[in-house]
């Protein structure tokens, strides 16, 4: 018999033959979610740990070391959401932001 072959919804390739295979397209924005999530948690984990590393050898009291912590999980966790918005940045091109 003839084997069809049609692109489907998320770009995935379906074939009659052999059922759906994904696409070079599709396993590369698994790829980028992967790398998102591995950037989110390396670095919120080294922004705080660099955060109590730096409480601890610097402020004594317990609301002052909670905050130096809090501030360095959140520069870690910046540095990963500004990685995470220039990998998925072309996805949202064309979206408009309402107000």
Not at 27 to 42: C, G, H, L
Not at 43 to 55: C, E, K, R
Request: hydrophobic share 40%.
């Amino acid at each position: 018999g003839r084997t069809g072959r049609w692109r489907g919804e998320l770009g995935v390739v379906l074939t009659s033959s052999r059922g759906p295979s994904v696409s070079a397209e599709t396993s590369m924005d698994e790829n980028k979610f992967d790398r998102v999530v591995e950037n989110v948690v390396r670095g919120g984990t080294y922004g705080a740990l660099a955060g109590a590393a730096a409480a601890l050898l610097l402020f004594r009291h317990p609301s002052s070391r909670s905050c130096v912590f809090t501030f360095g999980l959140g520069c870690g966790m910046g540095a990963a959401y500004s990685d995470a918005a220039k990998d998925f940045g072309a996805l949202f091109e064309g979206v408009k932001r309402e107000a």
